[in-house]
T-cell receptor, first 113, second 113 residues
Framework: QQQVKQSPQSLIVQKGGIPIINCAYE??????FPWYQQFPGKGPALLIA?????SEKKEGRFTISFNKSAKQFSLHIMDSQPGDSATYFC????????????FGKGTKLSVKP | EAQVTQNPRYLITVTGKKLTVTCSQN?????MSWYRQDPGLGLRQIYY???????DKGDVPEGYKVSRKEKRNFPLILESPSPNQTSLYFC????????????FGSGTQLSVL
């Protein structure tokens, strides 16, 4: 079964720290890797996404690092803030199919003031 | 405002009593999908629809039904709910012109007693 393995399950950092969330995938046909952010009581929302033709993508304080040979990708949050406290999901999909996203199990991030 | 609307937000029911969770989107999206979110298990796809009258099973379809008679609506039907269907449910939609970005509703918390 296609899987996306996400770690850690939970993460606590101090304000200003750089939390890193890691994901690994198995299917080499995956070609789209998004991260979704979910606040309590809300639905997930797209945060940032990357395709395998680049090794890094930055949007503001959020960076995705992508290692195609290792089949791994990670989310880094620079200068983390208490407002970044949320659950983060990595995901993967394959273009040309129905494009269904396979989600990781999520990481609950808490940024302490 | 572009949005995915789910109703109800909270629902408590008893085993075996049929229920429907509605989902509507105002973005003219072709693709719609249902997910359930459980602690430690992340987001798992129940059913999805590529367009009107086109539906298919996701990873955890047992005990659920869907229909797509209109482009904007994608109801989730539990004909005989059981306690193991107690979960947080999300509807999501995506349009081809917008790429792979999924728009999620705010969720329906279902408790089956």
């Amino acid at each position: 079964q296609q899987q996306v393995k996400q770690s850690p399950q939970s993460l606590i950092v101090q304000k200003g720290g750089i939390p890193i969330i890691n994901c690994a995938y198995e299917n080499t046909a995956f070609d789209y890797f998004p991260w979704y952010q979910q606040f309590p009581g809300k639905g997930p929302a797209l945060l940032i996404a990357i395709r395998p033709d680049v090794s890094e993508k930055k949007e503001g304080r959020f960076t995705i690092s992508f290692n195609k040979s290792a089949k791994q990708f990670s989310l880094h949050i620079m200068d983390s803030q208490p407002g970044d406290s949320a659950t983060y999901f990595c995901a993967a999909s394959q273009r040309g199919s129905q494009g269904n996203l396979i989600f990781g199990k999520g990481t609950k991030l808490s940024v302490k003031p | 405002e572009a949005q995915v609307t789910q109703n109800p937000r909270y629902l408590i029911t008893v085993t075996g009593k049929k229920l429907t969770v509605t989902c509507s989107q105002n973005m003219n999206h072709e693709y719609m999908s249902w997910y359930r979110q459980d602690p430690g298990l992340g987001l798992r796809q129940i059913y999805y629809s590529m367009n009107v009258e086109v539906t298919d099973k996701g990873d955890v379809p047992e005990g659920y039904k869907v229909s797509r008679k209109e482009k904007r609506n994608f109801p989730l039907i539990l004909e005989s709910p059981s306690p193991n269907q107690t979960s947080l449910y999300f509807c999501a939609s995506r349009g081809w012109s917008g790429g792979e970005k999924l728009f999620f509703g705010s969720g329906t918390q279902l408790s089956v007693l």
